[in-house]
């Protein structure tokens, strides 16, 4: 796609674009050139030095027992967290499309936990489910069962990947609620005067038709689970008990900046590249198909 | 048998085939509100903890209806706070939100207006590096963006805050759409009435984009609040800190009590913000979220 019409001169378009070149080339193409770059080496411990050691990190951290463990940690939670976001808010969605009046009252309700920010979600979690004060883990108490997210490996998962699911609802009620009412009516309709019950007009007619919406929620939900629940993780577990909440982008952090280990961080930064370019390419592809519906 | 057939009374309204009457109309409210129940609770818990005094709280159940103790707590919360008081991180989060959001819409437009009105040599390589942009989280070049911030002395600074989250193209990407649906018949006009590239831009493009900015400008300032990795990284001042992440600084380190009732103020201070910009300008904030999807 091409204008017709343009205007002529050189200087000004290039200064029109040099705010952004600098900034995009100070802030983002070299620091990501610099973790490619480092991820070919490794440091010595005093960071005065360090030898070039070619795939070496990525050898290291491919046969690393807790990088892998991390990759199938990520995985784990993603599809947990997709599941827990997606699943309440279309069933919010069903119920609100059914209603004439009122469907913009719980709208706005409903908007409000998109707002909150992960870090902050992480601590209203932590604030129930916390195992001195906890309002919830208090009452599970009560019902005899010992709730303890800080020993516990499966809860402390459980914990995050409803902290990090919880304000993703929103986002998916208004997706899923926009394309609900794009369905035709009449074709609802028609499929109840053919004698169709709710469940059975939901499951053969509805969903099919917003499946597109579906599968673009579907893989932005995957992405926002990888890269942007950082905040939900390290105000509730800190990537433990052990490792066990430690998703692959946590470990970047951990290792670059607690642990000092900059080589392997930088790769892991690369391998993350790599994780983002393929999502990336999948989304565009769901997109092309949305916006044929 | 043919009552199927008995002609409907006139003054009953026609019922459209789907919606739903009577009980099952009820059944379907109270679901909603349940719905809405649960997803608030956290909130509401959050509220009524930032209403009570600390034994309250440490003496579990805690009350799930509020106390009285909201002045006291959200003074202390605003004017002492824990390391630092909370209004100065709220007065950091403000000018990050609005920085990163005004910076990225203003490189933004200038860029894409150059990309959309003018050929110049570069233009396809400009094209595909805001492309890439587009793909890589802050999160995953976090140790040298780091060192290159450091290397500028924009530690602890709002530069140092702003600048590396203006490095995408999402906005300009976006921009770029629409400034392709303006009517070429306007550019033209522009052209033969001799005003000048800068000129247009003011006049015509710009009022154009009105609803545009707007919705992003929703977008962003929530994305920009809301940032806790970066902040946390580059602000080891704690006057810099801000409020989302100055919440975790607030916990004590090892076994001490946290003080629940102001660490949960601060809670709701660092909500309120983007609460209310998203509930107020709910059209915009919608019609935001689906064109940066797009």
Known sequence: MEKRVTFRGLTLPLLLVLPQILISGVFFFYPAGQAIWQSLFIPDPFGLSSQYVGLGNFEFLLSDEYYRASFITTAVFSILVTLVCMLPALLLALLADRLIKGAGTYRTLLIWPYAVAPAVAGVLWLFMFNTRVGVISWYLGQLGYDWNHVLNDKEAMGLVVVASAWGRISYNFLFFFAALQAVPKSVVEAAAIDGARFWQRTFSIVLPLISPTMFFLLVVNVVYSFFETFGVIHTITSGGPQQATTILVYKVFADGFIGQDLGSSAAQSVILLFVVGALTVIQFKFVEKRVHY | MFSILKPRSTNEPLPGMV???????????????????????????????????????????????????????????????????????????????????????????????????????????????????????????????????????????????????????????????????????????????????????????????????????????????????????????????????????????GDDTADWPVIMATSMLAMIPPVIVVVSMQKLFIRGLVDSEK
Do not use: C
């Open chain 2, 19 to 253: 919606e739903k009457r009577g009980a099952s109309l009820w059944l379907t409210h109270v679901l909603m509100i349940l719905g809405v129940l649960v997803v608030f609770f956290p909130i509401w818990l959050a509220f009524v903890a930032s209403t009570v005094s600390q034994p309250e709280i440490v003496s579990p159940p805690m009350p799930l209806l509020p106390g009285d103790q909201f002045l006291e707590n959200y003074k202390r919360a605003l004017f002492s706070g824990i390391n630092v008081p909370v209004a100065t991180m709220l007065f950091n989060s403000l000018i990050m939100a609005l920085g990163i959001s005004f910076g990225k819409i203003a490189i933004s437009l200038l860029s894409a207006f150059a990309i959309v009105y003018f050929r110049f040599p570069g233009r396809n390589v400009f094209f595909w590096m805001i492309f890439i942009t587009l793909m890589l989280p802050v999160e995953v070049r976090i140790v040298p963006t780091y060192e290159v911030v450091a290397g500028f002395g924009m530690l602890n600074s709002y530069s140092g805050l702003i600048f590396p989250l203006i490095a995408s193209a999402t906005a300009t990407f976006l921009f770029r759409q629409f400034f392709m649906t303006i009517p070429d018949e306007l550019a033209e006009a522009a052209r033969v009435d001799g005003a000048s590239p800068m000129r247009f831009f003011f006049d015509i493009v710009l009022p154009m984009s009105r609803t545009n900015i707007a919705a992003l400008f929703v977008i962003l300032f929530i994305y920009g609040w809301n940032q806790y990795l970066w902040p946390l990284l580059i602000t080891t001042d704690p006057d810099m800190n801000t409020i989302v992440m100055g919440i975790k600084q607030m916990f004590p380190s």
